[in-house]
C-alpha cells in the first residue's frame, strides 16, 4: 500500500505497533547488554546504545514496512531511500530515547536504572515516531 500509510486507528494495528515496539525495545536493551558483556572498555556504555538502536531500528523498520504499513519498495534503491529516511525520522526520537537512558544513568548511576530509562524513551519515542512515518517515509 505505497499510496496512502494506514492509521492505527483499527485496535489491531495499535496491538500489532505495540507488540513491535516492545520487540525493537527488548532487542535494544538485549544487544545493549550483549555489547556490554563483549567489551568493557573506556567507551562500553556508549558502544553499547549505539549497537543496542542499530539493531532495534533495522527490526523496527522491517516490522513496520510489513506489518503496519504494508509498503512495498519500488526497488532496491527506493528501499534504501525509504530506510534512510526512516532512520533520519528516528534522529529526534533518539534523541529522546538517549536523554532518558543517558539521564537515568546520570542520576542513579547504574546499569538497571539506565535501561529502563531506555525503555522509557524508547516508548515515547515510539509513540511520535509513528506519527513521522505515517506522515513522511510510508506515506
Do not use: C
Not at 9 to 26: G, K, N
Not at 51 to 57: F, I, P, R
Not at 114 to 122: E, K, M, Q, T, Y
Request: charged residues 15%; proline residues 1%; without cysteine.
Amino acid at each position: 500500500m505505497n499510496s496512502s500509510a494506514k492509521s492505527l486507528a483499527t485496535p489491531h494495528l495499535v496491538v500489532l505497533y505495540a507488540l513491535f515496539a516492545a520487540l525493537s525495545i527488548a532487542a535494544n536493551i538485549g544487544l545493549q547488554k550483549l555489547s556490554l558483556m563483549a567489551y568493557g572498555g573506556r567507551f562500553d556504555v556508549l558502544l553499547s546504545v549505539l549497537v543496542g538502536t542499530g539493531g532495534g531500528l533495522v527490526l523496527k523498520f522491517v516490522l513496520d514496512k510489513i506489518w503496519i504499513f504494508r509498503y512495498r519498495h519500488k526497488n532496491i534503491s527506493h528501499g534504501v531511500a525509504s530506510f534512510f529516511l526512516y532512520s533520519l525520522m528516528g534522529v529526534a526520537t533518539t534523541v529522546i530515547f538517549w536523554g532518558f537512558e543517558f539521564g537515568a544513568d546520570a542520576i542513579f548511576h547504574s546499569e538497571p536504572a539506565r535501561f529502563v530509562g531506555g525503555a522509557i524513551g524508547l516508548t515515547i519515542g515510539y509513540v511520535v515516531k509513528y506519527q513521522l512515518d505515517k506522515r513522511f517515509v510510508f506515506s
